[in-house]
């Protein structure tokens, strides 16, 4: 099993920028693929951006395409994920999650692990 744990959310300006950290503790964490994904109230947790165990491999949704980057350092069992020129509606619960399959997945049901979310509020 793998425990994770997100931080750096808070509230921030629309245009400005987070970098969100999800420390992980537990089996290897480069075993496991790992993902962020957000929920924002009365809507469906949604897809954000997912890496790879080891080379890198990304993978984002279309909304946040050019303004956020995934990445992880596996020597520091973290992930982070860096939010630039952000927007109201990027306001939600981001939470990051693990997978074990091979390939970089893109839906919840692909994610055994969870943390318990860390809140992003974009004003306008």
């Known amino acids: 099993q793998v425990q994770l744990v997100e931080s750096g959310g808070g509230l921030v300006q629309a245009g400005g920028s987070l970098r969100l950290s999800c420390a992980a503790s537990g089996r290897a964490f480069s075993r496991y693929g790992m993902g962020w994904f957000r929920q924002a109230p009365g809507k469906e947790r949604e897809f954000v951006a997912a890496?790879?165990?080891?080379?890198?491999?990304?993978n984002y949704a279309d909304s946040v395409k050019g303004r956020f980057t995934i990445s992880r350092d596996n020597a520091k069992n973290t992930m982070y994920l860096q939010m630039n020129s952000l927007k109201p509606e990027d306001t939600a619960v981001y939470y990051c999650?693990?997978?074990?399959?091979?390939?970089?997945?893109?839906?919840?049901?692909?994610?055994?692990?969870w943390g318990q979310g860390t809140q992003v509020t974009v004003s306008s």
């Open positions: 999650a693990a997978s074990s399959k091979l390939y970089v997945p893109s839906t919840t049901g692909e994610y055994g692990y």
């Open positions: 890496i790879s165990r080891s080379d890198g491999i990304t």
